[in-house]
């Protein structure tokens, strides 16, 4: 270990001198400037432009539309030589930073989420598409020797933004990269799986970081935000209660929290903020980017892309899904997530050989993308980048595994024991936490995080196969179908797929976290039964009836290697990652805090089922 930190020690010197120099180079090298750009209804938005000194040859544009602020305000500059960005400084793009409609310096209301508008009609019909449009259309017309070519990017939020720029139509938008864009907050991104709430992550971001906040006038000022106390967070969101508790706590200031309190199912306000919905007729080549371990918006990522193949076949789309946290790619650290490594600098990789070379391509004319394959994804557990023609392959087998009487797998259908089960109490005064240790903040790592604290609780079921003899690999969905009874009317259902190390795996050198017997989440998702027929039109259970519950996990890409076990996981609690069902078929966001039972769980044995991605 102490090599390990001499050797950081010695070579931070090294790292900073590269950073003054490229800091040095950019501000000599580059322009800034700051201007309001006019959107068809007379709002401006605040816009930073980074222009090339070099009159050699003229220059791309790449923008990025943002809720976090395109600061530094004035006379300083954005810190490129940060990260890989700096690269495209030294290709020599005009580098642009817009604040979007309503937040930081531009003019305008802001809304969460602002639905896209197919038909327009008059100037005062906007939305993210209209807007971009009319960013694009200014530069190109008023910033000096540009080559009229474009491209959007972004991550997380700004990757909703690059979606919505893919809609715009203009003619000089060449390519587009959504990188963990958010995409459907109801189904999987940030604020719901499922329809289940994803109370931290929700609370923290709409209160605590400030995000859902009004704001009267421009400013460069942060918003408002919400004490959320630095301790224990498991111990803090228990101790608030009821989900009518975290509303009354805000004063009901924070209106997309009010608007999803308002909207527990799916409906049209939810639909109309489905990115999707207008992924039709793309025209510009796009680049579509995530994390295989991203805790926000890998739903976004994957479903992005699906919707591009099905709704728009004619576009150049691509898929790449390395093993990343969320926004690892453009981070300086792509080796390795909590005890899980990857055998490389995966980040690195990308940035050079795909994301580069993809911009360069369709806006300056420069290499080739021959190489570029439909889908290029990281397989964890053998450590390998593959690449696809589709995604999920054409080779990919669904292949069932059973749950079995104490605690096995099988790949082999037993009717015998389709009248046994296996039984745990749910409690919603003792949830099964989301991770081991104490945190002040949701983790990133819990997505790769050891399961032994969970396979030691009462309520949770764990079934294992024996140890495998051969590779197993999975590409694509996984799909939860299990036989269930409940005492009471609702419950949720946490299916989580798992990798078993070896008894005598190495310890980890690093952290000398041992590694043998590690239980190493894969994937993992959740499911409130109420919507086991209808995400819209939910139904209570019949209370001690077995009842059908069938639902898909997002895409894995991993190998179950020889030696190795698969496991999987059921409980009914995952917090406070999501919110506490009170168990009762009640109206859940505005329950009252002595409205949460216990109740009794039943999973029937061989009727239950995962379907797995199998690829040979």
């Known amino acids: 270990m102490k090599k390990v930190v001499l050797l950081v020690l010695s070579l931070f010197p090294l790292l900073a001198a590269a950073q003054n120099?490229?800091?040095?180079?950019?501000?000599?090298?580059?322009?800034?400037?700051?201007?309001?750009?006019?959107?068809?209804?007379?709002?401006?938005?605040?816009?930073?432009v980074y222009i090339p000194n070099d009159k050699s040859e003229k220059h791309p544009i790449l923008i990025t539309r943002t809720p976090y602020s395109v600061a530094p305000y004035g006379k300083d500059y954005r810190a490129f030589w940060r990260n890989f960005t700096i690269n495209y400084c030294k290709e020599g793009y005009i580098m642009v930073i817009q604040d979007i409609r309503g937040r930081w310096m531009s003019e305008g209301t802001f809304e969460v989420v602002r639905p896209f508008n197919p038909n327009k009609k008059t100037k005062k019909d906007i939305d993210e598409a209209s807007d971009t449009y009319d960013t694009i259309d200014w530069l190109v017309k008023n910033i000096d020797n540009n080559n009229g070519k474009v491209g959007v990017t972004g991550i997380s939020f700004p990757g909703f933004y690059a979606t919505m720029a893919a809609l715009s139509g203009h003619p000089a938008l060449k390519a587009v990269s959504p990188q963990a864009p958010v995409t459907d907050r109801f189904f999987g991104d940030d604020d719901h799986h499922n329809g289940v709430l994803f109370l931290m992550d929700a609370f923290d971001f709409h209160a605590g970081f400030g995000f859902s906040q009004p704001r009267p006038v421009p400013t460069t000022k942060p918003a408002k935000t919400y004490n959320i106390p630095n301790y224990d967070n498991y111990a803090w969101y228990l101790n608030m209660g009821a989900l009518a508790n975290f509303t009354k706590a805000t004063g009901d200031s924070l209106k997309f929290w009010s608007d999803m309190m308002n909207h527990p199912n799916l409906d049209a306000w939810w639909k109309a903020r489905d990115a999707r919905t207008g992924i039709k007729n793309v025209k510009p080549a796009m680049l579509v980017v995530g994390g295989l371990f991203d805790a926000e918006d890998g739903y976004g990522t994957w479903n992005t892309y699906q919707a591009l193949v099905k709704q728009s076949p004619s576009t150049k789309s691509n898929l790449v899904i390395g093993p990343w946290y969320h926004g690892q790619w453009a981070s300086r650290d792509g080796t390795h997530l909590g005890n899980i490594y990857f055998g490389s600098k995966t980040n690195d990789w990308y940035t050079s050989h795909i994301e580069i070379p993809f911009f360069n391509y369709y806006l300056k004319g420069k290499g080739n993308i021959d190489t570029l394959s439909k889908a290029t994804i990281f397989f964890s557990g053998e450590n390998k980048w593959k690449t696809f023609k589709r995604w999920p392959p054409a080779e990919v087998t669904e292949t069932p595994v059973y749950l079995e009487p104490n605690g096995k797998l099988s790949f082999q259908d037993m009717p015998s024991f389709q009248a046994s089960m296996d039984t745990y109490i749910s409690d919603p005064a003792k949830p099964v936490p989301y991770a081991e240790k104490v945190h002040y903040y949701r983790t990133r790592e819990y997505m790769t995080d050891d399961q032994r604290f969970a396979s030691r609780r009462t309520d949770v079921l764990s079934y294992s196969t024996d140890t495998l003899t051969n590779d197993l690999t999975l590409a694509g969905p996984v799909i939860a179908d299990l036989l269930v009874s409940i005492s009471n009317t609702d419950a949720d259902f946490v299916v989580k797929l798992i990798d078993v190390f070896p008894e005598n795996a190495d310890t980890d050198p690093v952290t000398k976290y041992p590694m043998g017997g590690y239980?190493?989440?894969v994937r993992a998702e959740i499911m409130r039964g109420r919507y086991r027929n209808s995400f819209s039109n939910p139904e209570a259970f019949v209370p001690n009836k077995p009842s059908q519950l069938k639902f898909t996990l997002p895409d894995v890409a991993h190998t179950f290697k020889k030696g190795d076990k698969l496991m999987i996981q059921v409980q009914s609690s995952w917090f406070p990652l999501a919110d506490r069902n009170p168990q009762q078929f009640i109206d859940i966001?505005?329950?009252?805090?002595?409205?949460?039972?216990?109740?009794?769980?039943?999973?029937?044995?061989?009727?239950?089922?995962?379907?797995?991605?199998?690829?040979?």
Do not use: C
């Open 589 to 616: 966001y505005h329950a009252k805090d002595e409205d949460f039972v216990k109740e009794t769980i039943n999973i029937y044995h061989n009727s239950s089922k995962i379907i797995l991605p199998v690829i040979k």
């Open 21 to 48: 120099s490229d800091s040095t180079w950019f501000v000599n090298n580059f322009t800034k400037k700051e201007v309001s750009i006019p959107m068809r209804d007379g709002a401006k938005l605040f816009t930073s």
């Open 519 to 521: 239980q190493m989440l």
